[in-house]
């Protein structure tokens, strides 16, 4: 059973333009990570968020934890071909449950 | 960087051979955990270990045991290899519990083809 859902699975937009990542769960978890993963790499955390409501902004990415601690997104401003990678966020209870995962490509 | 490596980075074997993948971690971190990742499915967590000898299932863990001798070494073990296991197989290391909001660190993994 997948408790996150993200949403949408491949997303290919032009350099500039901004787009927004979202990962649903009917379930509450503690905190919520957000991580990017690059081709032929592991995960790499960019960030976590913990209180319901909670903004944190990472240079143009802003991340957004939902009042209820269910849900989350990601927003990224004036994307960059950089960008390009696939991100996936991670429930935290006492271990972290993935999300499917969204492929972003920015075309140059 | 964390210090984690994988080996071996590439395997290709046969239904049926039993196959080992070695973690390896420099940074004296307590938690360790092994991870498949599949098209469609993220990555889900197969056994992970909180310390010398104590191991615990994750939510895929049928067809695969684990081994924790030494605090920097975590091995996964398929006994019996089937094609379902073909995936690439992620290595993780922690400092303490992930519900304490501790970050997880990833090794560059293993792909494993079963034929």
């Known amino acids: 059973t997948q408790l996150l859902e993200q949403s949408p699975q491949f997303l290919s937009i032009q350099e500039g333009e901004n787009l927004t990542v979202y990962c649903n769960s009917s379930?509450?978890?503690?905190?919520l990570q957000w991580y990017r993963q690059e081709p032929g790499e592991g995960p790499v955390l960019l960030v976590t968020?913990?209180?319901?409501?909670e903004v944190k902004k990472l240079k143009r990415l802003t991340f957004q934890f939902g009042d209820a601690r269910k849900d989350s997104s990601l927003h990224i401003t004036a994307a960059q071909p950089g960008d390009t990678g696939l991100y996936l966020c991670a429930g935290v209870r006492e271990k972290l449950t993935f999300g499917t995962g969204t492929r972003l490509t920015i075309i140059p | 960087d964390a210090g984690i490596t994988q080996s071996p980075r590439h395997k290709v074997t046969e239904t049926g051979t039993p196959v080992t993948l070695r973690c390896h971690q420099t940074?004296?971190?307590?938690?360790m955990y092994w991870y498949r990742q599949d098209p469609g499915h993220g990555l889900r967590l197969i056994h992970y270990s909180y310390g010398v000898k104590d191991t615990d299932k994750g939510e895929v863990s049928d067809g695969y045991s684990v081994s924790r001798s030494k605090t920097e070494d975590f091995l996964l073990t398929l006994e019996s290899a089937t094609s379902s296991q073909t995936s690439v197989y992620f290595c993780?290391?922690?400092?303490?519990?992930?519900?304490?909001?501790?970050?997880?660190?990833f090794g560059p993994g293993t792909r494993l083809t079963v034929l």
């Open positions: 993780a290391i922690s400092e303490s519990r992930l519900a304490g909001g501790n970050e997880q660190f």
């Open positions: 968020v913990v209180t319901g409501g």
């Open positions: 940074e004296n971190h307590r938690y």
């Open positions: 379930s509450v978890f503690s905190s």
